[in-house]
């Protein structure tokens, strides 16, 4: 079990993990856990501890890998602020993952007020119960679990405010419902291919959203300190495209209908992922190489389920 925010169990309970002295203290209050596996706590960081990000993502994935061999599965309790971007990074650095690898978190650690479904439904004690289970099960993936089913972070859209459910998945397949029981939905055949660790993460990417009328010349100024562009945007023009295809880095055009410039080796577009899928899968692309037909090619290529087939 693997602590990196999110830890609060119930309003008014000030039972957080803050340093490792705080995991045993915080698992005692849950002896349902022990029945069901012997947990070892790995401490990531505190409840308060601004940490997040590439430098967040390198430590999960980095702690889940070294653990492989001796460990049946995996629960990262995280932050809910940035719990979706952390389960999909994970997922891109932990390529072939062979183990259950499940996001989960407390919703009491935002501070909001919360719905009676959400009250009811949501508990974090709950959640683990859940969780721990579905941890230990033939499930080679990285989930994300808020609620009584468990997604893949690829699909994972936000849910309606006050939903039991903080995300719903976006073709409404999931891969574990939880009812009576648990079961296992969609069915992943393991792999005997030997997991990967990949936690190089470039964090040097602006995102741009075009707009009628917008001034070409901050591209070049933008460009010169950063890695690669995430531009977004409906129909992008032929003199836009121009201007990018000067700047000579790697240019991810996300969801944009495209004209026949965006041909150019480092201009690269995609609509087969979700948005939090592909800023990450850039940042990670570009944590491999900064070669942009390298980029591209990364990008083009599915590694971990991260393709929609009918995104809505």
Known sequence: ????????????????????????????????????????????????????????????SQAVYQHLPSADGFIVISSLNNILYNAIAVAFALPNINKPVIFTGSLWSLGNELTDIQKKGLGLKADLVNVAQIA???????????????????????????AKDIFSSLDEKYLANIDFGISLVEKMADK???????????????????????????????????????????????DFFAQLKKIKKPVLCYNCLVSSQSGAENIMAVSNMTRETALVKFMWALGQSFDPPKVKEIINTEYCGEFLANQQ
């Not at 070049?220 to 562009?229: F, I």
């Open 192 to 238: 005997n291919v030997r997991p990967q660790l990949k936690s190089l993460f470039d964090n040097k990417v602006v995102s741009i959203r075009y707009y009628p009328g917008f001034d070409f010349s901050c591209l070049k100024d933008l460009a010169s300190s950063v890695s690669g562009l995430f531009i977004e945007g409906e129909t992008l023009p032929e």
């Open 136 to 162: 230990t099960m033939n499930l080679p993936a990285v989930g994300l679990m808020l609620g009584n089913r468990c997604l893949s972070p690829f699909k994972a859209r936000k849910g309606a405010a006050g």
């Open 1 to 60: 079990m693997l602590f990196a925010g999110g830890t609060a169990l119930a309003d008014g309970d000030s039972t957080v993990v803050e340093k490792p002295a705080d995991m045993r203290v915080w698992l005692d209050k849950m002896p349902a856990l022990d029945i069901m596996a012997k947990i070892e706590p790995i401490f990531i960081c505190g409840e308060s501890e601004a940490l997040s990000g590439r430098e967040l993502w390198a430590k999960i």
